[in-house]
Every structure is written in structure tokens, then in C-alpha cells.
């Protein structure tokens, strides 16, 4: 498999599961891992948080109470608590049997097979939140997945310390609501390699100055033929999708 840095020199267009096939199977859950790598998308977004005894686990939100049947903060749960959880129930009883997933399960499962978009939810910056990067880029090394990862964030100064652990380490920066700079400045301040912006942030100007700049652009989140086609012609070279099948579908038909 080509490092993710020749992979993207390469393709002109990459549609990227968001918090897995979240669409389909309940987000950030190993079937909705295993989804997405079943519609054949080459890159899958997850969401980190942490628990109270410091493992990082896939979740998107703070609190638990939306995808799973347990309350509060996971970061004031433990491990053990966290994983007890049903994280499927609320989005169909088919999944009930479903847990939150460790960082490591999630990257071992999609290693060799997709890359993977690792989101970083904004962090306070201190010295706990320096060892929680650290503790993502570790796993991230241990599991063999340095050059097949990228990281993206709201948290630009995140963002930067990731450079400053390693340099090599690809990152995206998602623009932050009602930040009206443009992409190359963005970008410019945090070292980012890419940028990353939702569909209602997407312009004209934000597409042409990327462009100039030579700086990939992505766009989320894209579930339907009619925000594909815009995103398409706006000229972006990637969206996230919940419906990565059905948005690699329509793309793949429109090229024939
Ligand atoms: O890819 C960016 C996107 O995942 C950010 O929004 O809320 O889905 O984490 P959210
Ligand atoms: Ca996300």
C-alpha cells in the first residue's frame, strides 16, 4: 500500500468515510469501521476523546449520552465503564452488541487497508493535553500506521504540536466557524498540509485560494448526489461522507 503522501499525489479525487460508514452502522463503532471498508473508501475519519485512566478510545461527542446508553463526560469514565457501554441500541437493535472501540483496535482493524483521518477534538492547551497528543502519535507508531494517517483539527495548536513532534506527520486544518481568513493563512499558521471546511463554509474564493496556494481541500459532510455534484464543481479534491458507497457510486458512474 503507498504511503498516504503518494496515494493523494496520485488521485485526483478521495471520498472519505465519516466516523466510519456512519450512515449505515453506528458511528465510530467497529461496524461502522468495517462498513466503510466494505464500500471500498480509501480513507475513513474517527473522532478520539479520552477516559479517565488516560486510553484514548473512538468517540466523537464529550458527553456519552447521544450514541450510547451510559451519561456525563466520558473523560470522567474509566476504560472499563466506557467499554461496558452500548454504543448501537440507538441507532438500530441490530447493533446492539456494539462497544466504543480503543484508537488501537480501530487502527488495526483498517491498517493495510484504508487510511485513516484521525480527528483530534479541541483541546485546552496544557500539559495534559500535550500528553494526550503524544499518547495518539504513539499509538499511532506502534501500530504501524505513521505514514498512512493524517490528522485533522478545529484545534490548531494541536495541529502544530503534531508537527513539532514529527514534522512528517500529515495534518489537515479544519476551518473554525466564522473564522473568515483565508485557507493559505490558515493553514500557514499551524503547518497544515491540507484544509478541510463544511459544505456551507465552501466559496469561490476559500476553492481559488487553495488553488494558488497548491493546498488540497476537503469538504464535509457530503451525503447526497446533488452536495456532491456541488462540491465537484466548486473543485475540491475530497469530501467526507457518511455514504461513502453511494458517493463513490455516483462518482465512479459520472466518469464513464
Ligand atoms: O471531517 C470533519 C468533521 O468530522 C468535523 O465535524 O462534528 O463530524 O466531527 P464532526
Ligand atoms: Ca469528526
Known sequence: MKTLVEYARCTPFIVCAHRGASGVAPENTISALQAALDSGAMMIE????????????????????????GHGFI??????????????????????DEHI???????????????????????IASEESAR???????TVVDCQMRDYVVFASFDHHALLFIKS?????S???????????????VVRTCHADAYGCSLEE???????????HHIPIGVYTVNSIV??????????????????????????????
Open 202 to 212: 465552501l466559496s469561490r474564493e476559500r476553492v481559488e485560494d487553495c488553488k494558488s
Open 101 to 123: 472501540p480503543l484508537l488501537a483496535e480501530a487502527l488495526q482493524l483498517v491498517r493495510g487497508r484504508a487510511y485513516v483521518n484521525i480527528e483530534m477534538k479541541p483541546l
Open 46 to 69: 474517527l473522532d478520539v476523546q479520552t477516559t479517565s485512566d488516560g486510553a484514548l478510545v473512538v468517540f466523537h461527542d464529550e458527553q456519552l449520552d447521544r450514541t450510547t446508553n
Open 171 to 185: 495534518t489537515i486544518a479544519l476551518n473554525v466557524p466564522y473564522d473568515e481568513r483565508l485557507p493559505h493563512d
Open 227 to 256: 452536495e456532491l455534484e456541488y462540491a465537484l464543481k466548486m473543485g475540491v479534491q475530497g469530501v467526507v461522507s457518511n455514504y461513502p458507497d453511494a458517493i463513490m457510486s455516483h462518482y465512479r458512474s459520472r466518469k464513464k
Open 165 to 169: 513532534i514529527d514534522p512528517h506527520l
Open 75 to 96: 473523560r470522567q469514565c474509566t476504560l472499563d465503564d466506557v467499554q461496558a457501554l452500548d454504543a448501537g441500541s440507538w441507532f438500530s437493535s441490530q447493533f446492539k
Open 132 to 138: 494526550i497528543i503524544y499518547a495518539i502519535v504513539q
